[in-house]
């Protein structure tokens, strides 16, 4: 543990304790993966100033996404099939986020269901919702996250035609994996995943089974959300949406300066500038070079997250210069989860909080909300 120092050296121990598919299945993004690597790679080319001389005691990274406090701006993004990286993952993922004091979104293509992860945490955590044709279970789920008192419903909209993953295809991803000599082999080199595998009952998307009509198995994805999602969905869906959970409301997924514009008037309490992590429109631009341009045109009419290539305190930080006042993380947690479920989580989240805090100081900064453009070398 002592020699994990990076985001990096999580993933290259996910790597090795996580099956193939699963592993592939977070690290990967649509067809030529372009717009998965800009979103790190940008970061690169943003630099701070550095500023000497000025008293850097009493540093703080606390802030507030959506109007609650949070640890530092640093939320875990919904991420579906969590609960395969690891046994009961978005289970653990949530009691580490809880702990640390930044918030867990869950997915509905989750594994663990609403309520598993509401009997295991006690503060409130946020879901995210995905329109489906089926509206009755659209209603539903955002009844049954009102009743597990979430308070934040996260609306993805970037996601109504599944963007292709290759690596997904040919891996032939599945929730629980089908019992291939491939998988089994693959499966057999990894005892610490199996054996909790084989300790849980929570092995398929519990949001859905059972609670979907006809729903009574949906191994595959793909054909899932082929059939359905709702290819439909458009700015006047909000509304009702808003209308029925009653509470904060964050909109995922915008990356164009009009559609900003436009999820401003819906009245609705955050949007997310991201591109679901370079898994949807290959060649579309990074998040973090999207995230500007959007921030200025809606100024202070509408709260501005952002998410995608984040991998250490120093992405934070920069983001929020360019005008985010929270952050999301995906890949990162995933891969703390798989290497060592929710102390791996925990260990993601502090690696990010040592850099965001040094870097803080070295760039003659005490409080991570006053971070801006003049941070900036440009
Ligand atoms: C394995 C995986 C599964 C994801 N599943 C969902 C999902 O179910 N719903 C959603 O809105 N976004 C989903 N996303 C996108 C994330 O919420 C987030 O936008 C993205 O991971 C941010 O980029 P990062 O992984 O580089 O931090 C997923 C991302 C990954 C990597």
């Given at each position: 543990?002592?020699?994990?120092?990076?985001?990096?050296?999580?993933?290259?121990?996910?790597?090795?304790?996580?099956?193939?598919?699963?592993?592939?299945?977070?690290?990967?993004?649509?067809?030529?993966?372009?717009?998965?690597?800009?979103?790190?790679?940008?970061?690169?080319?943003?630099?701070?100033?550095?500023?000497?001389?000025?008293?850097?005691?009493?540093?703080?990274?606390?802030?507030?996404?959506?109007?609650?406090?949070?640890?530092?701006?640093?939320?875990?993004?919904?991420?579906?099939?969590?609960?395969?990286?690891?046994?009961?993952?978005?289970?653990?993922?949530?009691?580490?986020?809880?702990?640390?004091?930044?918030?867990?979104?869950?997915?509905?293509?989750?594994?663990?269901?609403?309520?598993?992860?509401?009997?295991?945490?006690?503060?409130?955590?946020?879901?995210?919702?995905?329109?489906?044709?089926?509206?009755?279970?659209?209603?539903?789920?955002?009844?049954?996250?009102?009743?597990?008192?979430?308070?934040?419903?996260?609306?993805?909209?970037?996601?109504?035609?599944?963007?292709?993953?290759?690596?997904?295809?040919?891996?032939?991803?599945?929730?629980?994996?089908?019992?291939?000599?491939?998988?089994?082999?693959?499966?057999?080199?990894?005892?610490?995943?199996?054996?909790?595998?084989?300790?849980?009952?929570?092995?398929?998307?519990?949001?859905?089974?059972?609670?979907?009509?006809?729903?009574?198995?949906?191994?595959?994805?793909?054909?899932?959300?082929?059939?359905?999602?709702?290819?439909?969905?458009?700015?006047?869906?909000?509304?009702?949406?808003?209308?029925?959970?009653?509470?904060?409301?964050?909109?995922?997924?915008?990356?164009?300066?009009?559609?900003?514009?436009?999820?401003?008037?819906?009245?609705?309490?955050?949007?997310?500038?991201?591109?679901?992590?370079?898994?949807?429109?290959?060649?579309?631009?990074?998040?973090?070079?999207?995230?500007?341009?959007?921030?200025?045109?809606?100024?202070?009419?509408?709260?501005?997250?952002?998410?995608?290539?984040?991998?250490?305190?120093?992405?934070?930080?920069?983001?929020?210069?360019?005008?985010?006042?929270?952050?999301?993380?995906?890949?990162?947690?995933?891969?703390?989860?798989?290497?060592?479920?929710?102390?791996?989580?925990?260990?993601?989240?502090?690696?990010?909080?040592?850099?965001m805090d040094i870097t803080l100081a070295l760039c003659g900064k005490r409080l991570v909300t006053d971070?801006?453009?003049?941070?900036?070398?440009?």
């Amino acid at each position: 543990m002592s020699q994990i120092l990076t985001i990096a050296d999580l993933k290259d121990l996910a790597r090795r304790r996580v099956p193939k598919m699963f592993f592939e299945y977070a690290d990967s993004g649509a067809w030529t993966e372009s717009t998965y690597r800009a979103n790190e790679e940008d970061f690169a080319k943003i630099k701070f100033r550095q500023r000497v001389l000025v008293d850097m005691s009493n540093r703080s990274l606390e802030s507030t996404m959506i109007g609650e406090k949070v640890a530092m701006p640093v939320a875990l993004a919904p991420t579906g099939l969590t609960g395969m990286q690891h046994a009961d993952g978005e289970m653990l993922a949530a009691q580490a986020a809880e702990e640390f004091g930044v918030p867990f979104t869950l997915s509905t293509m989750s594994i663990c269901s609403i309520e598993d992860v509401a009997s295991v945490t006690k503060k409130p955590f946020w879901f995210q919702l995905y329109v489906l044709r089926d509206k009755d279970f659209v209603l539903d789920l955002i009844d049954r996250a009102k009743a597990a008192k979430c308070s934040a419903l996260v609306l993805t909209l970037d996601l109504q035609i599944l963007g292709q993953r290759h690596k997904d295809v040919r891996n032939g991803l599945s929730a629980p994996p089908r019992m291939t000599l491939a998988n089994i082999a693959d499966i057999a080199m990894r005892p610490r995943w199996w054996m909790g595998m084989a300790g849980t009952k929570r092995r398929t998307f519990r949001n859905i089974v059972g609670h979907a009509k006809g729903v009574g198995d949906v191994a595959s994805l793909s054909s899932w959300t082929t059939e359905q999602f709702d290819p439909h969905l458009s700015w006047k869906d909000v509304a009702w949406i808003k209308e029925r959970w009653g509470g904060k409301l964050i909109l995922k997924g915008v990356l164009d300066k009009e559609d900003a514009l436009m999820a401003a008037k819906t009245g609705a309490d955050a949007i997310i500038v991201s591109n679901h992590g370079g898994r949807q429109l290959d060649g579309a631009s990074s998040s973090i070079m999207a995230l500007e341009e959007i921030a200025d045109a809606v100024g202070d009419t509408i709260e501005v997250h952002m998410d995608g290539g984040i991998r250490s305190g120093q992405d934070v930080l920069k983001a929020l210069c360019l005008g985010a006042k929270g952050t999301y993380i995906g890949r990162p947690f995933l891969y703390g989860l798989g290497a060592l479920g929710k102390e791996g989580v925990t260990k993601a989240l502090e690696i990010i909080r040592k850099e965001m805090d040094i870097t803080l100081a070295l760039c003659g900064k005490r409080l991570v909300t006053d971070m801006g453009k003049d941070q900036l070398r440009r």
